[in-house]
């Protein structure tokens, strides 16, 4: 494939993306000051919420407030809802058109045991009917793009990610993103690009792949074994919002600057402060700290930083631990 179209403007359904690159929702992480962050330094084709569940935001859950927050300056926003019950998931996915989402997309890949136990996330995969109409229910509740986020199969014994692609496709589903494990495989096993190129050659509409991407070589990699039609970034961006900018220019073969110490420093902070606006201090220097931890990557004493960091409760020390250790 041309490679180089992966960082052009593209059209899925009425939705439309500068580029092929997208930010993965992260549970715990992709809020706004985290999607800002990406935004601003990397320009992603596509922001990603935290994974909202559709049955607390169709009885007007006043906690899902912090997920449906957005900010003027960021790019266009999927958000990601979990459930199994269409009447929900169509209703969530209403009120998430409404509140200004470019995208809605039904998580059906998430391993955590919390989701799984009411048979949301990857489980759903063991019903692949229900997935179908779980995206029937969806795209006739709005006007936007709908996707799915799946895996290549719920465990090691059933690996159906191309008969739910298949459904998918054929409840009206704008695009499928492909995580490259099945739902019992841990983040270190190595991601499975034939099952993820069977499920691109199975379907139509777009496919983008994700799973171990932190660089130009890793999203070759992926683009190459797989014929995707452009790529996902979930954990390679977690401190890393350049991660973007980086493989754009990587793939272009365009020359790359990272960051210094002192400006990955400064971003951090600004990440800190936004949270302190729509969080308040305490809370948000509980969250950022498990943040500080993949910024902090790269950096001299970067363990001695780790260390003391989770030990931090208040604005002041989190600042002059930063400013200490990102010179």
Known sequence: MNLQAITTQ???????IGNRILQAPLAGYSNMPFRLACWEHGRPGLLGTEMISAKSLAFANK???KYLLLNKNEGPVQYQ???TEPEYLATAAKICEDRGAAAIDINCGCPVRKVNASGSGVSIMKKPELIGKCISAMKKAVNIAVSAKIR?????????GVEVAKIIEDAGADFITVHGRHGK???NMPVRYEEISKIVDSVKIPVFGNGNIVDGNTAKEMLDKTNCFGIMIGRGCMGNPWVFA??????????????????VGEVLLTNY?????IMGEEPATRHIRKLACFYSKGIIGSRDFRMKVNQITDKQSFESHVKIHFT
């Not at 593209?10 to 439309?16: A, C, P, R, S, V």
């Not at 402060?273 to 606006?277: G, K």
Request: charged share 25%.
């Open 10 to 16: 593209t059209k899925i359904g009425n939705l439309i």
């Open 81 to 83: 809802i979990w459930g």
């Open 63 to 65: 906690k899902n407030e």
């Open 273 to 277: 402060n936004r949270l302190i606006e």
């Open 246 to 263: 980086k493989i754009k220019a990587e793939i272009l073969k365009k020359q790359w600057i990272p960051p210094s110490p002192a400006e």
């Open 152 to 160: 290549i199969g719920p465990n090691n014994e059933i690996f159906n």
């Open 185 to 187: 495989e841990s983040y």
